[in-house]
């Protein structure tokens, strides 16, 4: 298992792109009640998102199939990075809806290929659910401090500043983080 030291820089990496995610949906509803969305129409926003993601699970394999981890996780960084800008600068009633179905559609669409690529870097061991479970604990860790970090922001400034705020440290973090992850891929290939 201490041979399979790659496998954490993964899941930290992983563990990073959800729990950012997670954490500004944390404050999804007051934020939508905060520009004016009737909460009346939360219930067919969190449904709408519910069909996207049912929509794009069948699709994981294929999505395996047509992308390396690496290609898989740039992907996701990009609209990770869209999706928190967005949120982060404009501040209409439809653009916190779209922006609040798209999170847990994010989050949640291609969890089944994420897990089957992780499967791939962990190979035959018996610690395949430990390793997994260590991905949910730098989750867990990582999404306590982006919550923290945001309530905090909220507090002090405002929804929109706090939210500019949490997209460029993540933005500061994430980037050089997946570059490393390309270059340690390239080293460990011509190795």
Request: overall charge positive.
């Amino acid at each position: 298992v201490g041979k399979k030291a790659r496998f954490f820089r993964y899941a930290i990496f992983s563990a990073l792109l959800l729990s950012v995610t997670t954490a500004f949906s944390s404050f999804k509803d007051v934020y939508m009640q905060f520009v004016g969305v009737p909460i009346i129409y939360y219930g067919i926003f969190w449904g709408l998102s519910r069909v996207i993601i049912s929509a794009v699970l069948p699709f994981n394999g294929r999505i395996k199939a047509a992308l390396t981890y690496h290609q898989f996780l740039g992907i996701k960084l990009l609209a990770a990075i869209a999706i928190y800008t967005g949120l982060a600068i404009i501040t209409t009633p439809l653009a916190a809806v779209v922006a609040m179905v798209l999170i847990p559609a994010f989050n949640w669409s291609t969890n089944q290929a994420e897990k089957h690529y992780l499967f791939d870097i962990i190979g035959p061991s018996q610690f395949k659910a430990t390793l997994l479970s260590v991905l949910m604990l730098f989750y867990g860790l990582i999404r306590a401090a982006g919550v923290f970090l945001l309530g905090l922001w909220i507090v002090v400034d405002q929804y929109n500043e706090a939210f500019i705020l949490l997209t460029m440290l993540f933005v500061v973090i994430a980037i050089p983080f997946y570059l490393y992850l390309l270059l340690t891929k390239r080293h460990t290939a011509s190795a």
